[in-house]
């Protein structure tokens, strides 16, 4: 890959000469321009999670836009709280032993209470994730069987299993490589949101991903719940978020709009679902994103319940890579998705 200009220190010299409007839609910037943009940003993101220097590189975006990115390598570890819990051990654990389940734009505890019911919850009575005994559910408990359970053809040992990654499974922690547009590119047509480029990054530095594939894990009378914060784990990327629920950094606005929250594979970024004072914000597209006075075009995220953070991409997407060094071609398509 090539690396324009690396140095973020410099960078953080010219902001203060350089005016700081990284978000207008144009692929051309100057170096400085650039190292001015990549500053603002690496400033926003929580300086704990990132993994060496970020840094401004050439890419080519979805829409075969040859531009200059941003790109910073970040661990998937939340620094202000413990990721978990995820699948009670038992149909007595309560909420404090579990986590969330999304379904149908609804949060539900997914706690022993709500595995018991599940038969009649999704009114089918193949649903069996606990030993009617002893009320003892059935939880993925390694690396090996949570790599099957999260399988696409899950493995039929691990039907009815309450799937979960720990952690502790992935040592050390992967790292991923988000390569972003330092200015979005508006794209002719909006672009869905897929499992290979996840939908941006928080800014703690986990990826918010594409919409976790439900119908594939209910099909198999899986279960793989989010902690609270909307979070869970799986063996390719570690940590990631399905749902924003309120657990990560925000830097505020102009005007007590939404907070940021995060930044989207396009560059634009991704901010929280309502106001400071609570209304929610109006005139949002169907990648729930608009233009705002004093913050131009950003998304705001999904109710948690629904199962996506923004609806698609309104600009021509970046990459997400797991080598740091890898180039960034996201008009090709990657050779294979993480799951889940
Ligand atoms: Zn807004
Ligand atoms: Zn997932």
Known sequence: MTVRYIPLFAALLLTATAAAEPFQAQAKMTDAEAAAAL??????????????EPAIVDCKLSGGTKAICFRVTMTPTPTRYQPGPWCPGNIADGSDKSGIWLDKGKVYDADGAFIKNLATFYKDPRWQLFDPATGKIKVTDSKASCAGAARPDVDPKYQNYCVECLPSYLNPQPTLTFVIPARPVKARSTTPLSQFTGAGLALNGVRFDAPAPVGAILDAHTLAPFDDCGGHVNLHVGYHYHAATGCTKEVAQPARHAPMI???????????????????????????????????????VSEPGANQLIGCFSGEHGCALRLPDQTCDASRSPPRPPRR
């Not at 500053?39 to 060496?52: C, K, P």
């Not at 396009?266 to 679902?273: A, F, L, N, S, V």
């Open 262 to 300: 995060g930044m989207a594979m396009d560059g634009y970024g991704i901010h929280t679902r309502r106001n400071e004072d609570g209304s929610e914000p109006k005139n949002l597209d169907a990648c729930r994103g608009h233009n705002f006075a004093g913050i131009g075009y950003h998304y705001h």
């Open 39 to 52: 500053a603002a940003f690496a400033e926003n993101l929580e300086g704990r999670s990132i993994v060496g």
